[in-house]
């Protein structure tokens, strides 16, 4: 490999790195959206979903609030109890904040 087709190469990796990084940068979802897929049969992507309670317009506090209380049991052991029963308070908080961006 002559010195002009190596710099070539060169070049074309690190356009390839720039460009992936760039790729990468702009498909990252927000904190909580990946979590709330979990939520996604029952309470619709919006949080609008088709007969069950109505996430979408709720606060963050309070969608955090009611989960907390299905994680505590006070709620019984349902559906929604086991749901959140794996999560941590800091992925509830970023679950609770990007749902309560849906509209």
């Not at 990796?13 to 909580?32: E, L």
């Not at 609030?65 to 994680?71: G, I, T, V």
């Amino acid at each position: 490999m002559n010195k002009s087709s190596g710099r070539a190469l060169a070049l074309a990796v690190i356009g390839t790195a720039v460009s992936a990084g760039a790729w990468a940068q702009t498909t990252v979802s927000p904190p909580g959206r990946l979590l709330a897929s979990n939520c996604f049969q029952c309470h619709g992507t919006n949080g609008k979903g088709p007969g069950f309670e109505r996430l979408a317009g709720k606060s963050a506090s309070e969608l955090f609030s009611e989960m907390k209380e299905f994680q505590s049991g006070k709620e019984g052991d349902n559906i929604m109890a086991r749901h959140v029963s794996g999560f941590s308070d800091a992925q509830l908080r970023a679950l609770a904040q990007w749902l309560s961006t849906q509209r």
